[in-house]
Structure formats: structure tokens, C-alpha cells
């Protein structure tokens, strides 16, 4: 059974840095995608940052520049540094990945549990 664990989250002063990890687990094969989410109190989920298998990677516009998604493969972990946070980054971030497992022959996606980010002076 693939499981996603978050960890990283916290409170951070405007223009700060916090690093998100996601621990991938289980009967994994493959992970062919792999994404950081947010959402907002009373808003929907959103992307933020998307890392394919190739290596390219695609960014929400309000967090180009300011956020990085990356990979380790050897720990099958993947993280979101986030710098320069601003207020409206306060959200529950979310990771989730495309993966494929020993069980299927199909790629399923899957979610962790979230982590609340709270920028706050």
C-alpha cells in the first residue's frame, strides 16, 4: 500500500524559507509525477509546483521564481523549498504524485495528509 507523509510545515515570518518533504512508501515502482498542492481557507485546491519523471518542472505564476520542487530518488522523498513567503502563501500545502505500483499495472494517484503553513508577523 503507497503512502504520502508530509513534514516540514510551520509558522515563518514574511520573506522566510520553510522546505516540505513528501515521503513516498509502500510497493512503489514508479513515480511518474509528483506535485505540491495548496489551499486556502474557503478556497479550492490549487497547484503549485509539478516535477515529471524527465525532470521538467511547471510552477503556479505567483510562486515562480520563489518556490522549488526537487526530488531524491534514493529516498523516494520529494520536497518544495519555499523562500520569500509572502501572507497570501498561508495555506494547507498538500503533496500528491502519480505513481505506479507493484499491485497495478495502472498509475494511480495518491495525497498526503497535508501541513498547515502559516506566514505571520
Known amino acids: 500500500q503507497v503512502q504520502l507523509v508530509e513534514s516540514g510545515g510551520g509558522l515563518v515570518q514574511p520573506g522566510g524559507s520553510l522546505r516540505l518533504s513528501c515521503a513516498v512508501s509502500?510497493?512503489?515502482?514508479?513515480?511518474?509525477?509528483m506535485g505540491w498542492y495548496f489551499q486556502a481557507p474557503g478556497k479550492q485546491r490549487e497547484m503549485v509546483a509539478a516535477?515529471?519523471?524527465?525532470?521538467?518542472?511547471h510552477y503556479a505564476d505567483s510562486v515562480r521564481g520563489r518556490f522549488t520542487i526537487s526530488r531524491d530518488n534514493a529516498k523516494n522523498t520529494f520536497y518544495l523549498q519555499m523562500s520569500s513567503l509572502k501572507l497570501e502563501d498561508t495555506a494547507v500545502y498538500y503533496c500528491?504524485?502519480?505513481?505506479?505500483?507493484?499491485?497495478?499495472?495502472?498509475?494511480?494517484?495518491?495525497w498526503g495528509q497535508g501541513t498547515q503553513v502559516t506566514v505571520s508577523s
Open positions: 500528491a504524485a502519480e505513481i505506479t505500483d507493484y499491485d497495478s499495472p495502472w498509475p494511480n494517484n495518491y
Open positions: 509502500g510497493s512503489v515502482r514508479s513515480i511518474d509525477v
Open positions: 516535477l515529471n519523471s524527465d525532470g521538467s518542472s
